[in-house]
């Protein structure tokens, strides 16, 4: 599992340079929902990193946002089942949605919808990866 | 419900450190590392840029890309011809002439066009390769032949961000070929707006940057392609009326720009 999700964190650093649907945030939920493990954070903060540099905005910005987004998505799963495709879809569009909004992106429902179906495909090969015997909803 | 571990102190931090890289890089305390971390960025963000322009379902065909270069260089010559032709009766009737400016270009790689989806929809922001080390400053006009393509927004060691003349952050004074002048905006398409209503601009007519210098010698020269009029929108019971204006550049193709540098 952990080569999937190396080779999908890959592949978001890569297009996130030629795109700005935030792919960034669809993988984050997509492993918080799968991995459900702290290191999530340090992710959430090295994603952020990576698009503060290529868009040459101050460090640290999106660092921040995805941390509170992933602690969001921690507190939410302590209360609910979340390891489902609708809460991942639900979630990545929320948190797209701000991102977009926060940094005065164009189209940005159109954007979250792309990449909350992406993160759908993220969860799902995870998922798969991690039990493939269970089912996912 | 299963317990897990605590994550609060791992997030307390995170954003701990987010906090203070933040901090630091708004007083510029963090430029070394930037600048370093840039340097292996800049080099995926080209790769990836590269790889994603040369697919075939998003980048034009390479006649039609051709027609538009020769197009583009048409442009530059009918400009200086028109700004020979100007130079040349001033010279006739008072023998002045305007000194050229003090500034140079350089050549910058086009490494990422964050836009929705390159060769889909236009992009309105380029980053570049070059930097404040470069001698970039915000600012700074980005050409391409003699048409504008944008002005600097942001700059870091390494890298700037170009804000393109489609951009709806995007404003400077211009004058149609007859020399009206308006405000080129960008609301829904590329507009030149607050034409005074007794100025005559008709369809076809080009569009060129009227000037905007500061005094570090920065800023949008005089002379630059930005387009062509392709509406006019004339209200008599308005105070000005509007032309929207269409690039003759195609931003989607776009690998390599000029910036305008001071030479201060």
């Known amino acids: 599992m952990i080569y999937i999700f190396l080779i999908l964190t890959f592949l978001t650093i890569f297009v996130s340079a030629v795109t700005t649907i935030p792919f960034s945030v669809g993988l984050l939920v997509a492993t918080t929902v799968i991995f459900k493990k702290s290191w999530v954070f340090f992710l959430a903060f090295g994603l952020g990193l990576f698009l503060d540099l290529i868009m040459v905005r101050i460090l640290g910005y999106s660092s921040l946002m995805f941390t509170i987004f992933a602690l969001i998505l921690f507190l939410y799963e302590r209360k609910f089942e979340t390891r489902n495709a609708i809460f991942v879809f639900i979630a990545s569009f929320l948190g797209s949605l701000v991102y977009l909004r926060v940094f005065d992106y164009q189209q940005i429902f159109l954007q979250s919808l792309i990449n909350s179906l992406f993160a759908i495909i993220f969860f799902k090969l995870l998922w798969l990866k991690s039990d493939p015997h269970s089912e996912t909803t | ?43 995926v963000q080209s790769v990836s840029f590269r790889v994603f322009q040369r697919l075939p379902f998003m980048s034009e065909p390479a006649k039609l890309k051709k027609l538009e270069e020769t197009n583009l260089d048409l442009l530059s010559q009918i400009v200086s011809v028109e700004k020979l032709k100007k130079e040349n009766a001033a010279l006739s009737d008072q023998f002045q002439t305007s000194y050229p400016q003090s500034m140079q270009l350089l050549r910058a790689d086009i490494i990422g066009a964050p836009d929705f989806i390159s060769g889909v929809s236009v992009p309105d922001v380029f980053i570049l390769n070059k930097g404040a080390k470069d001698n970039v400053r915000q600012g700074c006009a980005v050409i391409i032949k003699d048409n504008l393509v944008g002005v600097i927004s942001n700059v870091s060691d390494n890298l700037s961000k170009v804000s393109l003349v489609n951009n709806s952050s995007v404003s400077f004074t211009a004058k149609t070929q007859n ?50 009029i392709i509406s006019v929108e004339k209200n008599p019971s308005s105070l000005f009326q509007r032309a929207k204006v269409e690039s003759f550049v195609n931003f989607g193709n776009l690998f390599t720009v000029f910036v305008y540098i001071s030479n201060k």
């Open chain 2, 1 to 43: 419900m299963k317990r897990r571990g605590s994550f609060w102190p791992v997030f307390l931090i995170v954003v701990f450190l987010c906090i203070l890289i933040s901090a630091l890089s708004v007083s510029g305390k963090l430029n070394f590392l930037s600048s370093f971390l840039e340097k292996g960025v800049s080099g």
């Open chain 2, 179 to 228: 020399g009206a002048v308006g405000v080129i905006k960008n609301t829904d398409a590329l507009t030149l707006d607050n034409i005074l209503l007794s100025e005559d601009i008709r369809i076809g007519e080009l569009v060129l940057t009227k000037g905007d210098i500061d005094s570090d010698g920065i800023g949008i020269p005089q002379d630059l392609v930005v387009g062509k």
